[in-house]
């Protein structure tokens, strides 16, 4: 199984980005999807979730009205769109998946994922 972040960068507070992450390796409808961020020094901290078939997401607080997650099952990719972008959304960006028979597709703990990317860094200048 592979899990592969593109589309991190540099922008300025207020910019947008357009995370990606390709999987391979795996049956992609058949696993939901989540994004989590992890800034130096902190933990590792839930972003968004995607159920396995696209219909339902859910989002950290944080991120909520900024932020969105979609898949595109055709391609085995999922997207996080990043709008209104804030110094503090600075973090190295993950993509998990989480198998579909486990159940409770929105999961929002680092440990309920079973795959993991490599990680894409995203920097917001204030």
């Known amino acids: 199984v592979q899990l592969v972040e593109s589309g991190g960068g540099l922008v300025q507070a207020g910019g947008s980005l357009r995370l990606s992450c390709a999987a391979s390796?795996?049956?992609?409808?058949?696993?939901?999807m989540g994004w989590f961020r992890q800034a130096p020094g902190k933990e590792r901290d839930f972003v968004a979730a995607?159920?396995?078939?696209?219909?339902?997401?859910f989002y950290a607080d944080s991120v909520k009205g900024r932020f969105t997650i979609s898949r595109d099952n055709a391609k085995n990719t999922v997207y996080l769109q990043m709008n209104s972008l804030k110094p503090e959304d600075t973090a190295v960006y993950y993509c998990?998946?989480?198998?579909?028979?486990?159940?409770?597709?929105?999961?929002?703990?680092?440990?309920?994922?079973?795959?993991w990317g490599q990680g894409t860094q995203v920097t917001v200048s204030s």
């Open positions: 998990a998946a989480r198998p579909r028979y486990l159940g409770f597709d929105l999961a929002s703990g680092w440990d309920d994922y079973r795959y």
């Open positions: 995607i159920s396995w078939t696209g219909s339902t997401t």
């Open positions: 390796g795996l049956t992609f409808s058949s696993y939901s």
